[in-house]
């Protein structure tokens, strides 16, 4: 089994979930991507959201959320994501930059319209009462 090893931010605003769509995609994602060679995580999940939506994440304020596995979207079957997910505040203002093409707050409600490892996220956040 090949596993695709990414970061995500989860930010979330009024019970709504921070996501992003890329050009030419129509599932939305979590923001986030994978580690360059020697980065820390920290290090890849701020160059990542920087390009994604022109903010910077404070580092001090970072906490661990998770880690959730699922098939890849848009992969052949048995390849998986590993996301490994942190929260923190960001100084900035949020917007589309670099490939993607729109920044929405999704609800539980939006479930359909997301990645199958994202689905998870939001499985567990919507238990934890964190989205809704």
Not at 16 to 29: F, H, N
Not at 84 to 112: K, M, P, Q
Request: aromatic letters at 10%; glycine letters at 6%.
């Amino acid at each position: 089994m090949k596993i695709i090893d990414k970061l995500a931010w989860i930010e979330i605003r009024d019970g709504r979930i921070l996501s992003t769509r890329s050009k030419g995609r129509s599932k939305y994602y979590i923001p986030g991507g994978k580690r360059e060679a020697g980065e820390t995580d920290f290090q890849a999940l701020q160059r990542e959201i920087q390009e994604e939506l022109s903010v910077n994440l404070v580092e001090e304020s970072m906490t661990f959320t998770g880690i959730f596995q699922a098939q890849a979207d848009s992969h052949p079957e048995g390849v998986q994501v590993k996301m490994t997910c942190f929260e923190g505040r960001y100084t900035g203002t949020i917007a589309a930059s670099a490939e993607i093409e729109e920044v929405v707050w999704l609800s539980y409600a939006d479930r359909a319209l997301i990645s199958p490892v994202d689905q998870l996220i939001f499985d567990w956040l919507k238990e934890q009462k964190r989205i809704w």
